[in-house]
């Protein structure tokens, strides 16, 4: 019996590259798939990072012409992952991220670099390389959006396909003139094809298009259908929702494991909680602020926007500092709020510390050494640093959104007596709220059994991505036979 095959279409994956959340789930899926049975293949942009990292690279098909000029798709290994490589010069071996060049604006061509990678996921989807014909095509956001696409107007047999929305904020929207270098069939471009509001939307064309849709949270498939958070497709995904489903994200367990971790001051588990304490003492040493072990330590572990709520917690200062509490921040984005908090941590030595930019090491250190992780955002699809934050036992303090309500279990009464609190949540998410929520969490600092007993909850919390995994094989399996009948 032939096993179950998969192609994930994807523009960053983890340890190759990455910018946010999607390279990490399209970096662990696979081997948390490959428990059940399914053969995945990842196809990637050919970035010089991705190139330079490939191991047994064996081409597997030649283009002509690829959207500009000739390409390769590459056949190898990298990661711990089976990849299909575009390798196409003219489009990605450039300096920069993958989305934007060195001077941090997107790329002009973005439209044809994405593209490119929808139609070879159309190809493989099509049985481009015999050794290797997908039963799905899961397509992650807006840059692999045009795969559906693809599928859907080739007019053949074709293999399932998923749509994956990771953060519907982020939609890949071209002006109109882009679509003829598309290739598709002039009526594509239409409502019911890859048109959105005169131009052409990569996310739009993936969910009108494919089989069948997927979110990261239960919590965000229903927000999204709400015009507050929808972001303009809530009226599409309504339309939809027979075929929208939230499957939670899970989280390295491997990466992310306090009791074998090389980059915190002292491992410890969910029976050695006392050793926790060196890493807080640590993180405050690194951080220049205070020894003082009776103080309260916050962390944040974040990009600087407004998405994550990060100017409520600034407007939230006063009252964090008058609680005698500490704040280590490490983070990167927006200039004002960079500037909010290095002015504060000028201004308060010894009590809050701000490093900005992003650091792997200092992540893993404040999700070690922190008694209270904040995570203030103001929509949030699934969210990975509070799952990272219950695994290491710093108790996370979200807003009840999205992913975040999903994966926290709130500390109010009826789940103290159940025993069964693991964080804080806190609505609406506005300045005010979050400040009665820090001092909720300085409430129950005080009760230090209390606070272990909801620490042990929290590091014993299932975070693994085999729950997602099998989620998602019975959601395979029932689209390829539902295709093959």
Known sequence: MSSFKVLSVVSEVFPLVKTGGLADVAGALPAALARHGVEVRTLVPGYPAVMAALREPEPAHRFDDLFGGPATLVSGKAGGLELFVIDAPHLYDRPGGPYMGPNGVDWDDNARRFAALGAVASGVGLGLLPGFVPDIVHAHDWQAGLAPAYLHYAGTRRPGTVMTIHNIAFQ??????????????????????????????????????????????????????????????????????????????????????????????????????????????????AFGLDPNPGALLFGVVSRLSWQKGLDLLADSLDTLLGLGAQLVLLGAGDADLAGRFALAAHLHPGRIGVQLGYDEGVAHRIQAGSDVLIVPSRFEPCGLTQLSALRYGALPLVARVGGLADTVIDVNEMARAAGVGTGIQFSPVTAPALQLALKRVAGLWQDKPLWQKLQRNAMSTNVSWERAARQYDVLFRALAAERAG
């Open 172 to 285: 890949g929207q071209f002006p109109a003139h882009e679509f003829g270098m598309l290739g598709l069939p002039a009526y594509a471009f239409g409502l019911d094809g890859v048109e959105y509001y005169g131009m052409v939307g990569y996310l739009k064309a993936g969910l009108q298009l494919a089989d069948r849709i997927t979110t990261v949270s239960p919590g965000y498939a229903g927000e999204i259908l709400q015009p507050e958070a929808g972001m303009g497709l809530d009226g599409l995904l309504n339309a939809r929702s027979n075929v929208l489903s939230g499957i939670l994200n899970g989280l390295d367990e491997a990466g992310w494991n306090p009791a074998a971790d090389a980059l915190i001051a002292k491992p410890f588990d969910v029976k050695t909680l006392k050793a926790r304490s060196a890493n807080t003492v640590a993180l405050k040493q």
